[in-house]
C-alpha cells in the first residue's frame, strides 16, 4: 500500500482531536492494557524515544515504567499539541520531527518503541533502521502493533471488524475518511516473522515476538547488536 507522508499527516492532523477517544472507543478501552505490556517488556531504565509518538501514550507507558521524562516525536503538529495537553504526558517532552529522519544522534537511547504507527511510514525498512541507530549497542527496540490472529475464527471475526465496524464508526465519529485508510494499512500489514526478519536486517541482534488478547496485536521487542 502506498503511503504519502503529506497525505497522512493530513489525515492525521484532521482526526488529532477524537484521535485518544476513538483508540480506545474501538479497542474497547484494550489499547491502554496493550501500552501498558508493551512499556513492562521494554524495561525501560535510561533515556527513551517514542516515535509517531501521536498524542503521546506510549511514551507516558514508557515515562511512567522508566520513572523519567521520555521523548515523544510525531510529524503532526496537531497530534502532539493535543499530547501535550494530556495529564498524563506530564512526563513527556514532545519533539516535532520525521520517524525516517530522527534528528538524534546515534546510540542514545535505552528503549525506542512505537505503538500503532510504524505501519504508516512511507519506508517500513527505512524507519526501523532509524530506530536501531539512535538506539544503544543493546538497547531495545519495542514495537507494538496490530497482527492477524492465527486461530481461523478469530482471524475471520478480526477481518470482519478491521474491514467493516471500525471504519464505520472511525470515520462517523472522525468525521472523516480516516479509518478507511487505517483499516487498509492494518489488513494489508506484514506477519510477525516478517517484521522480526526486518528488524534483525536492520540491526536487531535478536527478536521476541509477545503477543497480546488472543493475537490481534503484539510486541516485537529487538536488541541492538553490539551491547
Known sequence: MRKDAATVQAMFSDIAPRYDFLNHLLSLNVDR???????????????VLDICTGTGDLAAAMAKAARRTVLGLDFCGPMLRRGKDKRECADVRFLRGDALHLPLPSDRFDVV????????VADLDAGLSEMVRVARPGGRIAILEF??????????????????VLPFIGNLVSRSRAYTYLNRTVL????????????????????TVHPLTFGIAAVHLGVKAGG
Open 188 to 207: 494489508a500489514w506484514t506477519t510477525e516473522k516478517e517484521l522480526a526478519e526486518r528488524m534483525k536486517r536492520a540491526g536487531c541482534a535478536s527478536v
Open 113 to 120: 518503541s512505537v505503538g500503532f504507527g510504524i505501519r504508516n
Open 33 to 47: 492494557r496493550w501500552r501498558r505490556r508493551a512499556a513492562a517488556l521494554a524495561g525501560p531504565k535510561g533515556p
Open 147 to 164: 497482527t492477524m490472529p492465527g486461530n481461523r475464527v478469530l482471524r475471520t471475526l478480526y477481518g470482519v471488524y478491521f474491514g467493516r
